[in-house]
């Protein structure tokens, strides 16, 4: 029995650009792209109706920006992942993108190399930046601010559940409270924990605490 294909929406508002990214993504075993669409308006009345697995998103689109249709996306279909293909090389774009609820961040020309890898990071919900650009991000990370001063590490934003066991560990629970807060188990707790201080580079739980105040997780 063959699982349920990944069915993708593209929206950009160049016709060749999107039969250019179909007969790639067409190309791999259990991916479908049965919709198009030119502009953002276009693209959020299909995933209105659709509400396809991914959208593939130019930033730069008549009717509607980029960021209005990634947020847009988040209340309409919520389940459907974003993967922006852009043809800006900005850190402070990416992370904007990525706040608003998209998952990977893919240069147009990078597309040819890191868009299939986008695609099989995103299907596996896992975030991704295009090459250069999460070189650039991680430089600047290793160089420039502390660990909680920043809302996104490059390449690995917090995770819905992720942020809920911050703002409950930052607020005084004991691992305990948040497991019954939760309705899961203490031990997972204590992993959500570990991994949220080594994917955020915490090297103490009062970095944890700073990043929730400084991002507004949790009041002063």
């Known amino acids: 029995m063959s699982s349920k294909a990944y069915r993708v929406l593209i929206a950009d508002d160049h016709a060749v650009v999107r039969r250019g990214i179909r007969h ?4 791999q075993p259990g991916i479908e792209v049965p919709w198009e669409a030119s ?6 009345q299909c995933i209105k109706k659709e509400k396809p697995d991914l959208l593939v998103l130019d930033l730069t689109m008549p009717e ?3 960021l209005e249709v990634v947020r847009s996306v988040r209340d309409l279909s919520p389940e459907t992942d974003i993967l922006v293909l852009s043809m800006h090389f900005s850190e402070e774009l990416a992370r904007e993108v990525l706040t608003c609820g ?3 961040y893919v240069l147009k020309s990078d597309a040819d190399t890191d868009l299939l ?17 999460a070189m650039s991000m991680s430089q600047n990370f290793l160089h420039g601010s502390s660990p909680a001063e920043e ?3 490059p390449g690995a934003p917090l995770t819905p559940r992720e942020v809920e ?10 691992n305990k409270e948040v497991a019954n807060e939760l309705g899961v ?9 570990n991994h949220i201080m080594r994917k955020m580079n915490f090297s103490s739980f009062s970095d944890l605490v700073r990043f929730a105040v400084r991002n507004h997780l949790v009041e002063a």
């Open 39 to 44: 502009n953002g308006v276009e693209a959020l």
């Open 151 to 153: 809302c996104l590490i």
């Open 185 to 193: 188990s203490t031990r997972t707790v204590e992993s959500h924990r």
């Open 117 to 133: 890898v986008a695609v099989d990071h995103v299907r596996h919900h896992q975030p991704y930046f295009t090459s250069q650009l």
């Open 64 to 66: 509607m920006n980029g």
């Open 24 to 27: 790639l993504l067409e190309t």
């Open 165 to 174: 066991v911050v703002q409950l560990l930052a607020d005084g629970r004991s």
């Open 102 to 104: 998209a998952l990977a």
